[in-house]
């Protein structure tokens, strides 16, 4: 194993840890994957991420064959969603409370609030139940992140992507925090919706920003300002 393969399963297993650690993930639920080497490292099946070593990932061809210790059970979809999407390398997959909620009852989260755009759309979508580990799961999965960064799933949890395990991450805890203000917005009743055109605005804003750093008041000028 090299140099770079023993840290990148190092940095993989620290996100794993972490996604506990944060509260979006609980015990041996959900999962995680990271292109590499033509193929993916993913994290195996029922290996608590507490005693979980950089060794017990699991390396994984696109055809399916694989080394060591048993692949996660939703390996299908982190292959699948990999294949369909050369634009990321991280695939993330925990059951966060409020996202799953949200899933439970096959919600979609619309654009109730600006923040949903960090997803890549007008909305995050819900795609439909099907038996974790299967096929079918797959395809709903993919489907559902067409032209979007994250999802959740029918009666089951939220995937977020990204290029790195950073971001992925990131991704997740927004998308469980977006989950959590609709469903205590939804207490009051169904919030308004920002138009798709306004949306639209937000996205293009959000592009200008440049993974954080602010534009100016009329948003022109992609270069952070130093601080005073």
Not at 40 to 53: K, V
Not at 115 to 135: K, N, Q, S, V
Not at 143 to 167: F, V, W, Y
């Amino acid at each position: 194993m090299t140099d770079t393969a023993r840290e990148l399963r190092a940095q993989m297993v620290d996100i794993c840890r972490r996604m506990n650690s944060s509260g979006i993930n609980q015990g041996t639920s959900g999962n995680l994957s990271l292109r590499h080497d033509g193929g993916f490292l993913i994290t195996p099946s029922g290996r608590p991420y507490e005693t979980m070593q950089p060794e017990d990932l699991v390396f994984m061809e696109f055809d399916g064959t694989y080394e060591g210790l048993r692949p996660s059970s939703e390996w299908r979809f982190h292959r699948d969603i990999l294949k369909a999407r050369p634009d990321i390398d991280v695939v993330l997959h925990c059951h966060s409370l409020y996202a799953t909620t949200l899933a439970c009852h096959h919600k979609s989260i619309p654009s109730f609030h600006y923040m949903t755009g960090i997803a890549g759309g007008t909305d995050i979508r819900c795609a439909g139940y099907a038996t974790f580990g299967t096929a079918e799961l797959s395809e709903k999965a993919v489907r559902a992140l067409d032209g979007r960064l994250a999802c959740l799933l029918g009666q089951h949890g939220q995937i977020s992507l990204g290029k790195t395990l950073e971001g992925a991450l990131w991704l997740a805890v927004e998308v469980e925090a977006l989950s959590r203000m609709y469903v205590q917005a939804l207490t009051l009743g169904e919030p308004p919706i920002l138009s798709d055109e306004e949306m639209e605005r937000v996205i293009a804003q959000m592009k200008r920003m440049s993974y954080g750093q602010a534009p100016d008041g009329d948003g022109v000028n992609d270069v952070a300002r130093p601080k005073a």
